[in-house]
């Protein structure tokens, strides 16, 4: 099972930024917390990810909360083509080692031109 | 980063045949993952395919309904066998490396 909870969808206005909340309370100290979206018609791609310090990339900024158990996904500048689905994700890890993504849910964002 | 070619890209097909859906990368890579996309819902993990060995499925997905080849380190196949309309998704392989990666999947109709 999915080890995150998302809402269900977030709308924003274009220009505007947008901030994606993420809970995932049973969070192990080696779990880092990864960020994939998935645009219409395309499968997931990669965002952002992080362990315990805040991270920016040029996509977008990943806030960790201090105690881990939620992250909000940041998004500066939303733009019509940032709409799409984002998830929160936990990996699992395989017993052969290697890691495997659980897709919850995730957040329906709309961007209002 | 690791590019992926799914075919084919849709099909439309009748009620009991089987479907075969082809994953290439273009590296090799160990584990490969499929994935099932239900209309309007999130994916759900059916099974992970290392090379040379049986798939592991997940719980819900069997192997006699979703066999998996793996006959080496680039390719591998989901075949979707016996279809009914419940069938109807969009199914989706995967590889990881420093993330994970995902071709655009095969959109299945089944009527």
């Known amino acids: 099972d999915a080890k995150t909870t998302q809402p269900n969808s977030m709308e924003s206005n274009e220009e505007e930024p947008v901030h994606l909340p993420c809970n995932h309370s049973?969070?192990?100290?080696?779990?880092?917390i990864h960020w994939y979206r998935q645009l219409p018609s395309q499968g997931p791609e990669y965002v952002i990810h992080?362990?315990?310090s805040n991270v920016n990339n040029r996509m977008a900024s990943l806030a960790i909360a201090e105690d881990r158990k939620s992250s909000t996904l940041i998004l500066h500048r939303a733009t019509l083509r940032d709409a799409a689905v984002y998830y929160c994700i936990l990996r699992d890890l395989t017993t052969s080692g290697t890691y495997k993504y659980i897709f919850g849910t995730g957040t329906r964002l709309k961007v209002l031109a | 980063s690791a590019v992926i070619s799914q075919k084919p890209s849709r099909d439309i097909c009748q009620r009991g045949t089987s479907l075969t859906i082809q994953c290439q990368v273009d590296s090799q890579v160990t584990m490969m993952f499929w994935y099932r996309q239900q209309p309007g819902q999130s994916l759900t993990l059916i099974a992970t395919?290392?090379?040379?060995?049986?798939?592991?499925?997940e719980s819900g997905f069997v192997i006699d309904k979703f066999p998996i080849s793996r006959p080496n380190l680039t390719f591998s196949t989901l075949t979707v066998s016996n279809m009914s309309p419940e069938d109807s998704s969009i199914y989706l392989c995967?590889?990881?490396?420093?993330?994970?990666?995902f071709g655009q999947g095969t959109r299945l109709t089944v009527v």
């Open positions: 995967s590889v990881v490396g420093a993330e994970a990666f």
């Open positions: 992080g362990l315990t």
């Open positions: 395919a290392n090379q040379g060995s049986e798939a592991t499925y």
């Open positions: 049973t969070i192990s100290g080696t779990d880092y």
